[in-house]
Antibody
């Protein structure tokens, strides 16, 4: 059974960097059959896919336009986890952040999200 | 990007009744790459349906999905008390992968 366990701070100051980690059990971050995603949920924006990382002989990343330029998703094969960094945060980035696994279909297709991490409420406030 | 519009926003029904939830896409969803999720308060979404009509592992058969192109439906044949929560659709055929705004199923 694949499980995802999130960790990271729940409070970030405006203009600083939001950092979260998602530890994987029951699968490998370097598997060829999955992509590893970050998604957030807020009352104003609903559920919003932020980006993904996946391995196909090389590491690839795809990011949503809404956060491109501020987001980095990195795999860590030594710890079998992946991370999210979101720079220059504002109160608009306040949300519950989830990591999720998606089966790999093709480089231009996504996948359904299953399983999900438990979620981390991140509040951006001074 | 593909915008998914779910209707109704809220569905008021009684236990044992049939629920029909709609998800309409702003353009055709490639390959019927559409999923449905259930979200209970304080929890992460849970996958119910993928590929428009395939039930995820462990999902009761009272949940079924149908549709193609721009119109998709989630049907709950007989509502159980634990089904009165929020449901989301999601498309994964065209980047960015997007979600609908949700339908809340409430007890009438």
């Amino acid at each position: 059974q694949i499980q995802l366990q999130q960790s990271g701070p729940g409070l970030v100051k405006p203009s600083e960097t939001l950092s979260l980690t998602c530890a994987i059990s029951g699968d490998r971050v370097s598997t060829n059959s999955a992509a590893w995603n970050w998604i957030r949920q807020s009352p104003s924006r609903g559920l919003e896919w932020l980006g993904r990382t996946y391995y196909r002989s090389f590491w690839y990343n795809d990011y949503a336009v809404s956060v491109k330029g501020r987001i980095t998703i990195n795999p860590d094969t030594s710890k079998n986890q992946f991370s999210l960094q979101l720079n220059s945060v504002t109160p608009e980035d306040t949300a519950v952040y989830y990591c999720a696994r998606a089966p790999f279909i093709t480089m231009v297709r996504g996948g359904w999200f299953d399983p999900w991490g438990q979620g981390t409420l991140v509040i951006v406030s001074s | 990007e593909i915008v998914l519009t779910q209707s109704p926003g809220t569905l008021s029904l009684s236990p044992g009744e049939r629920a029909t939830l709609s998800c309409r896409a702003s353009q055709s969803v490639t390959g019927s790459y559409l999923a449905w999720y259930q979200q209970k308060p304080g929890q992460a979404p849970r996958l119910l349906i993928y590929g428009a009509s395939s039930r995820a592992t462990g999902i009761p058969d009272r949940f079924s999905g149908s549709g193609s192109g721009t119109d998709f439906t989630l049907t709950i044949s007989r509502l159980e008390p634990e089904d009165f929560v929020v449901y989301y659709c999601q498309q994964y055929g065209s980047s960015p992968w997007t979600f609908g705004q949700g339908t809340k199923v409430e007890i009438k």
